[in-house]
């Protein structure tokens, strides 16, 4: 019925075109003295005025008549056009297409509703557009193509149009979205010196696996099976194989339309060793310092990754001198009777550059001050390729944006000169969490979060937050302004309430902690920040149905409430390639913390050391390592609400969350003014789930204790209290928060330990 009507409109819009043709041929040319438009429902009548080539008090012929049709159907709002003269008037009379009032999906479970308007919105189909059926056609194509993406090659769209009134038209696809086409089968074919096996293991699409319902590694992607062979050829690449090629890939899918079969045909080649790097080409006199940079080794195989590295090492220390436009080509010289080559290096710095103008683009929202006080390349400075990398690192690093490059563009007319863009492309850096959690330490907690990183587009930082465990309640308001001076030091201000209580008996006692802080931090290098600053906090103990005695004994002696003003002090590097599922770099941190004043008057510092180190790609080794050390000052004791807490998640998995540690004489584990853990990890992904680094499964050894002595070195003086457990466990970025879980066993425990097997929490650290 539409492809009919669609033909009758066509034939009725081609015949008028002929007949209006043939009538304007027969009009005698006239002074146009008024001109009407009729038939207009939506359309503006200034849209039809602006397009007509005759206007009043012009003179009207016939080629002017055909040229105000041509020109009238080409706006694409109408589907009949006609002109008509009445003496000295010209009248336009048009009939206006529908437009689409609305557009609905039906049977959509694989895509949200929004992504798919979305996707017809970019090929020019949305409400309250003028409906056309070439473009609708194009819009079922689209959408199958977006099924085509997701592997459900067998996705049918049946389009119905419904008039309504005022000349509109509602649109509805119903989609039958099918099963997913799934990959039946790898092969590739021509591995002789790797096993077949081998060089599947590499590839994140596979047949399918127990784990493949939340892994999709069986759906076919055109843009991973893409990456998956740059992968390979990577694989080649850095073992010698330097005439390594793929010489085709086929993707063939069986008439069921759910089973998929690749195959992918290689071509080896030699191995072949490098039997010397040689320089050529100017290199501004540098040559020694050039040479240090080259990390290629001769009688080692070939490796594409180093010469990569070293041309790249190559451009960048150019770079460093000015030379934007700086040339580095590595030159293979082959050997093939003995396998042997021998590399290259060509250097044409070009010409020396500096930057005229550096220009912000993609900030709607934010500040332009904020991104560039992030630069270290100065505009009307010589190019610097170390800054101006340092200066997307560290725009990227503010966490505002999505994507974050810097594009370089030549000055026409001064080849010195280059202009930098900076792109950045904005995400949302505002959120409002409810929800809760549940942990097997410390109760279902129900939690509220209001944070905007990035307040009104001025860099600074407002958040409340607010915890309801068993154990620690919390309320928090806290500020942040990164640059509180020009030169970068930041400054923080946290106000806060928290309740906590012990972990075995929350009926037991409480601790009621009210307070406030100052803190500012120094950038002394562009990674290395200290910070400092000033609180002051009131703590109070609340008697409950078993205070323990060394808490009733600091009571008598100083009172329940215990106010203290505390100086900090600490340093931060963080080297980590992700904060949520590391894989390599390193990670430390120092806090001190002293009170000098008040009736709680001790000193307090924390140190911890971690490490991530690839073993290859899917093994990672993890390394952590905390002390916590406290002692009191000015003849006081140290009082009992700053000690340290051991056992459970973060600490020494195996045994009961803070249960480890000195008892009083009530019985009562009260923690100690020492603290050790030690933590090894093998982490990999979990299996089935290929190599994604986001559900992770882990074997661990953890080492560790609480002492309580206020004085010594040693953890109660003697190694031998250390606990030791071993176990298993799961990590998982889920979809509320980082979740661990632990299946721990203690190997060296003593008597009256509390042990618990399982142990699990949302938002738990190493």
Do not use: C
Not at 184 to 213: C, Q
Not at 665 to 680: D, I, T
């Amino acid at each position: 019925m539409q492809i009919n009507s669609f033909r009758l409109r066509a034939v009725s819009a081609v015949a008028s075109l002929i007949f209006v043709a043939n009538s304007a041929w027969a009009v005698a040319p006239f002074t146009v003295r008024d001109i009407r438009i009729e038939g207009l429902q939506r359309v503006e009548p200034g849209t039809v005025f602006v397009s007509l080539p005759v206007q009043v008090g012009e003179v009207y012929n016939d080629d002017k008549g055909s040229a105000a049709i041509r020109a009238l159907f080409g706006l694409g709002l109408f589907k009949d056009v006609r002109i008509e003269v009445n003496g000295d008037v010209l009248v336009v009379v048009v009939e206006e297409r529908p437009t689409v009032a609305d557009i609905d999906f039906v049977g959509t479970k694989e895509f949200d509703k929004d992504v798919l308007k979305k996707a017809l919105r970019d090929v020019g189909l949305t409400d309250g557009r003028p409906y056309d059926k070439a473009q609708l056609d194009r819009a079922e194509q689209e959408l199958k193509r977006q099924y085509i993406n997701r592997s459900l090659y067998g996705a049918e769209v049946v389009t119905t149009v419904t008039p309504i009134e005022r000349n509109r038209v509602n649109l509805t696809f119903t989609v039958i979205e099918g099963e997913p086409a799934k990959i039946s089968e790898i092969r590739i074919v021509g591995s002789k010196v790797f096993s077949e096996s081998t060089l599947r293991g590499l590839f994140d699409l596979d047949t399918g696996g127990w784990m493949s319902w939340y892994t999709k590694s069986d759906r076919y992607s055109r843009a991973k099976l893409n990456a998956d062979i740059e992968t390979l050829r990577s694989y080649y690449l850095t073992r010698g194989y330097l005439e390594f090629r793929v010489d085709s890939t086929q993707v063939a899918i069986l008439p069921n339309k759910t089973d998929i079969a690749i195959t992918i045909n290689i071509t080896e080649g030699e191995r072949f060793v490098v039997s010397g790097v040689k320089l050529a080409g100017n290199f501004l006199g540098k040559d020694d310092e050039f040479k240090s940079l080259v990390t290629i080794r001769p009688g080692q195989a070939y490796n594409a990754d180093e010469v990569a590295k070293t041309t790249k090492a190559f451009t960048d220390y150019f770079g460093n001198f000015g030379f934007a436009f700086a040339r580095v080509e590595a030159r293979p010289e082959i050997d093939r009777a003995n396998n042997r080559v021998a590399l290259v290096l060509q250097a044409d710095p070009s010409r020396r550059a500096y930057v005229r103008k550096i220009n912000v683009a993609g900030n709607s929202r934010t500040r332009d001050m904020v991104i560039r006080r992030e630069f270290r390349q100065f505009e009307a400075a010589w190019y610097d390729g170390d800054k101006i990398k340092l200066s997307r690192d560290r725009v990227d690093r503010l966490g505002y944006f999505k994507e974050v490059g810097i594009e370089t563009q030549e000055v026409p007319g001064s080849p010195d000169q280059v202009d930098l863009t900076i792109s950045v492309s904005e995400k949302p850096t505002g959120s409002l969490s409810l929800g809760a959690g549940f942990s097997s330490g410390e109760g279902l907690g129900l939690s509220m979060g209001l944070k905007q990183d990035n307040a009104f587009g001025s860099g600074n930082s407002l958040g409340i937050q607010l915890n309801t465990s068993k154990v620690n309640r919390l309320v928090l308001f806290n500020t942040t302004d990164p640059y509180f001076t020009d030169d970068g030091v930041s400054r923080t201000i946290d106000v806060y309430h928290k309740t906590s209580s012990p972990y075995q008996d929350q009926t037991a006692y409480q601790l009621v902690t009210s307070g406030g802080s100052l803190r500012f931090g120094v950038p002394f290098t562009e990674i290395d920040t200290v910070y400092f600053g000033a609180g002051i906090e009131k703590t109070t103990i609340v008697p409950g149905t078993s205070l323990p005695t060394s808490y009733q004994n600091y009571a008598n002696q100083f009172g329940y409430d215990s106010k203290a003003l505390p100086l900090t002090l600490g340093w931060s590097r963080d080297g980590r390639d992700s904060t949520l599922a590391p894989n390599s770099g390193r990670y430390q941190r120092v806090n001190a913390e002293w009170s000098p004043a008040g009736e709680a008057r001790y000193v307090r510092a924390t140190y911890q050391y971690q490490e991530f180190i690839p073993l290859n790609k899917q093994f990672t080794l993890a390394f952590n390592g905390e002390a916590g050390w406290g002692a009191a000052t000015g003849g006081r004791t140290y009082p009992v609400f700053k000690n340290f807490f051991g056992g459970g998640l973060g600490s020494v998995r195996g045994f009961e969350q803070g249960t480890l540690g000195p008892r009083d004489s009530s019985g009562s584990v009260v923690g100690g003014s020492r603290k050790l853990n030690l933590n090894a990890e093998v982490l990999t992904p979990f299996p089935g789930a290929g190599n994604d680094r986001t559900l992770r499964m882990y074997g661990f050894l953890d080492v560790g204790n609480v002492a309580g002595s206020d004085g010594g070195l040693a953890i109660n003086e003697n190694a031998n209290s250390l606990r030791a457990s071993v176990g298993v466990g799961i990590s998982w970025i889920s979809p509320v928060g980082p979740l661990r879980m632990a299946f721990g066993k203690p190997i060296k425990k003593f008597d009256g330990d509390k042990i618990q097997t399982m142990q699990f929490q949302i938002g738990t650290s190493f």
